[in-house]
């Protein structure tokens, strides 16, 4: 069984800065995407930052400049450095993990963690 728990979030003031940690844990395979998404209240989830398994990155050009997306592959976690925060970045952040669904199927399992608050207000 594949569990993502999620750690770090919390309030913070404009312009401060928080980490983001999950780390994953029961899966048989190499992980292949890692991520985090946000879903602010009202608003529809979106993509915040990637990181491939080799380390390629792709983010959300709000967050471009601002957040930085890691992954260490030996202990399966992936973490969210945000800085220059914004009142717009309020959230609930998820992390996510795309793992193969076996050694023969090539099809990708995406998995969630529960979700960690992220208040940015002064």
């Known amino acids: 069984q594949v569990q993502l728990v999620e750690s770090g979030g919390g309030l913070v003031q404009p312009g401060g800065s928080l980490r983001l940690s999950c780390a994953a844990s029961?899966?048989?395979?190499?992980?292949?995407?890692m991520g985090w998404y946000r879903q602010a209240p009202g608003k529809e989830r979106e993509l915040a930052a990637r990181?491939?398994?080799?380390?390629?990155?792709n983010y959300a050009d709000s967050v471009k400049g601002r957040f930085t997306i890691s992954r260490d592959n030996a202990k399966n976690t992936v973490s969210l450095q945000m800085n220059s925060l914004k009142p717009e970045d309020t959230a609930v952040y998820y992390c996510?993990?795309?793992?193969?669904?076996?050694?023969?199927?090539?099809?990708?399992?995406?998995?969630w963690g529960q979700g960690t608050q992220v208040t940015v207000s002064s």
């Open positions: 029961g899966s048989r395979f190499s992980i292949n995407r």
């Open positions: 990181i491939t398994s080799d380390g390629n990155t």
């Open positions: 996510y993990a795309d793992i193969p669904r076996s050694s023969f199927v090539p099809d990708l399992l995406r998995y």
